[in-house]
């Protein structure tokens, strides 16, 4: 990204996996990263998130953070239009976050109750609103063969 053009979604998530990649020296990685991940294996899915990602420390508990990315107002007033869309892969989150390069795209009082804020940038991310807990679904088989596809699929593009 040059510095005259918008960050793009794909710039977004090369900012999250940063976040979330950090290994600890003596603990190895804490989480696993995966971006499109699909609500079911085959021809089941009905939707896709952005990234999820599991920690897999048991400080942790062992969470799914979910996140839609999100890079501009009006993509942003689109998914406000059908907060239904991002349940496919949110019931089995326990956490669910919205991430954007700029924090003027989501009003805080506009996130759904459950949701967390966070914004990330090219050298910093920054927590607005903390995704609270949710009561997660058990996660499916064929949830977790998508999100195993998409941790294989990410890990081998390295990017």
Same mark, same amino acid.
């Given at each position: 990204? +040059? $510095?005259?053009?918008?960050? *793009?979604?794909?710039?977004?998530?090369?900012? !999250?996996?940063?976040?979330?990649?950090? /290994? =600890?020296?003596?603990?190895?990685?804490?989480?696993?990263?995966?971006?499109?991940?699909?609500?079911?294996?085959?021809?089941?899915?009905?939707?896709?998130? +952005? $990234?999820?990602?599991?920690? *897999?420390w048991?400080?942790?508990?062992?969470? !799914?953070?979910?996140?839609?990315?999100? /890079? =501009?107002?009006?993509?942003?007033?689109?998914e406000?239009?059908?907060?239904?869309?991002?349940?496919?892969?949110?019931?089995?989150?326990?956490?669910?976050?919205?991430?954007?390069?700029?924090?003027?795209i989501?009003?805080?009082?506009?996130?759904?109750?459950?949701?967390?804020?966070? /914004?990330?940038?090219?050298?910093?991310?920054?927590t607005?609103?903390?995704?609270?807990?949710?009561?997660?679904?058990?996660?499916?088989?064929?949830?977790?063969?998508?999100?195993?596809?998409?941790?294989?699929?990410?890990?081998?593009?390295?990017?």
């Amino acid at each position: 990204m +040059d $510095a005259m053009s918008a960050p *793009t979604e794909a710039d977004v998530l090369a900012w !999250l996996r940063r976040r979330y990649t950090a /290994v =600890s020296p003596g603990n190895g990685p804490r989480y696993v990263f995966a971006t499109h991940v699909r609500s079911a294996a085959g021809f089941d899915a009905m939707r896709t998130a +952005d $990234a999820v990602v599991m920690d *897999t420390w048991r400080s942790g508990r062992w969470e !799914l953070h979910g996140h839609e990315v999100k /890079v =501009s107002r009006s993509d942003w007033l689109r998914e406000l239009k059908d907060l239904g869309k991002a349940e496919a892969v949110g019931r089995f989150c326990d956490r669910w976050w919205v991430v954007v390069p700029d924090a003027s795209i989501v009003k805080t009082d506009e996130l759904p109750v459950d949701w967390g804020l966070l /914004v990330v940038a090219p050298t910093r991310a920054r927590t607005v609103r903390q995704a609270p807990k949710r009561e997660a679904e058990p996660v499916s088989r064929s949830f977790m063969a998508a999100l195993m596809r998409a941790a294989v699929r990410t890990a081998n593009a390295g990017a």
